[in-house]
C-alpha cells in the first residue's frame, strides 16, 4: 500500500481524531482547523515539533493500521515510535519462527542486504560521475554474515565519494547531515510500518544488536534504500539547498513515491520495502528462499531528473 506521511513541524498544532480523519487543529487565537487527512492513507505520522499536542484516541487509531508516531529530536533524527503490537493475522507464528531462525540462515540473509546496499551506493556514485568501481568491487567479496565487515569498509569510501572529502557523517551535525537525519527518518518510519505489517518483531534483528535500540530490524531492513535518500541529498546540495527546509523535506519524501526496478517490474520504493520485509517473514516461516530485494539502480524519476540537472 502507497500512503502519505504527514509531517507537523509548527509547535502551534493540536491532533485529534475524527470520525475517521486526522485533524489538525492550530493552538492559538480562534483554534481553526487547519487540515484533515484520512486515516486509512496515512502511512506515518512525523512529528517534528516540540510543542504539539495529540490525543491518545488518535495514537491508537493510528497503532490499530500499523501506521507509526515518530517523535523527532532536534536533530531531525527519531528518537521513539508509537506502534502497533498486532500487525498481521500470522503474528505470533512469524514471531515464533523469527525467534527460531539459525545463525547460518541470518548470516546469508545479511549477506544478501549488504550486497545490495553496495549495489545501490555504486548505482548512486555512478549516476553522480564518481568512481564507483570501489563500491561495486566489495559486492563479491561479501562473504555470510560478511564478516570482514564490508558494510561498514564501503561506507568509508562512499562518503568522501559521494560529498567530498570534507564530509563527515556525524548524526548531531547540521546541513547536509541534518538532511541526511531527516530522509532517514522518514524511510525508518515506513519500513518500521513494513516491518510491523509483516508480522515481524521490530527488535529482533538480523545485524543490529545494539541493546538500546527497540528497531534493529527496521534498521537492518532499510539498508539497501538508504543510498536513494543520499543520492537526493546530494541532488539538493548541487542545487544550492543544504539545510533542512520544507521544500528539502518534500523533495526526501516524494523519494519514497519513485518507482524502482525489481525482479516484477517497476515498484515504488516504499512498496519496495513492504515486499522485503514480506519476504524475509516468507524466508523465516519456510516459504521462500531469497529476499525480494530490488534491482541494481536509481528510483527512475530521480534518475530522469538526474539527467536533465
Known amino acids: 500500500m502507497i500512503g502519505r506521511i504527514v509531517e ?9 481524531l475524527s470520525r475517521g480523519f486526522l485533524v489538525v487543529q492550530d493552538t492559538e487565537g480562534e483554534r481553526k482547523e487547519l487540515g484533515q487527512v484520512p486515516l486509512d492513507d496515512i502511512t506515518a505520522v512525523i ?7 495529540y490525543t491518545n484516541n488518535l495514537l491508537v487509531a493510528l497503532a490499530e493500521r500499523c501506521a507509526p508516531f515518530v517523535l ?3 536533530n531531525h533524527n527519531a528518537v521513539g515510535m508509537v506502534w502497533s503490537i498486532e500487525g498481521n493475522f500470522q503474528q505470533a507464528k512469524r514471531f515464533d519462527a523469527q525467534i527460531a531462525a539459525k545463525q547460518p540462515l541470518i548470516k546469508r540473509l545479511w549477506a544478501e542486504i549488504v550486497k545490495s546496499k553496495l549495489q545501490q551506493q555504486a548505482a548512486a556514485l555512478e549516476a553522480t560521475g564518481a568512481p564507483f568501481v570501489p563500491l561495486s568491487a566489495l559486492v563479491r567479496k561479501v562473504r555470510s554474515g560478511d564478516p570482514d565487515n564490508f558494510e561498514a569498509q564501503g561506507a568509508r569510501r562512499y562518503w568522501g565519494l559521494l560529498l567530498g572529502d570534507d564530509f563527515r557523517r556525524d548524526q548531531q551535525a547540521g ?9 532517514y527518518t522518514v524511510l525508518r518510519a515506513a519500513t518500521a510500518r513494513a ?3 509483516a508480522g515481524l518483531h521490530p527488535t529482533i534483528g538480523l545485524h543490529h544488536s545494539n541493546a538500546g535500540n527497540a528497531m534493529r530490524l527496521v534498521d537492518d531492513l532499510m539498508e539497501p534504500f538508504r543510498p536513494m535518500m543520499d543520492l537526493k541529498v546530494w541532488q539538493l546540495h548541487k542545487q544550492s539547498e543544504g539545510e533542512v527546509t ?7 519524501v516524494r523519494t519514497l513515491y519513485d518507482d524502482m526496478q525489481t525482479s516484477s517490474g517497476t515498484t515504488p520504493v516504499m512498496v519496495c520495502a513492504q515486499k522485503l520485509a514480506t519476504s524475509l517473514a516468507q524466508v523465516f516461516m519456510g516459504e521462500k528462499d531469497k529476499l525480494d530485494l530490488p534491482l541494481p539502480g536509481l528510483p527512475l ?6 539527467q536533465d540537472d
Request: overall charge positive; proline content about 2%.
Open 8 to 16: 507537523v513541524a509548527d509547535d502551534r498544532r493540536h491532533l485529534f
Open 47 to 53: 512529528a517534528n515539533a516540540h510543542g504539539l499536542s
Open 72 to 74: 523527532c529530536a532536534a
Open 175 to 183: 546541513g547536509l547531515n541534518a538532511m541526511l537525519n531527516y530522509g
Open 195 to 197: 516491518v510491523v505489517a
Open 246 to 252: 520544507p521544500e528539502s523535506k518534500r523533495a526526501l
Open 301 to 306: 524519476s530521480l534518475a530522469a531528473s538526474l
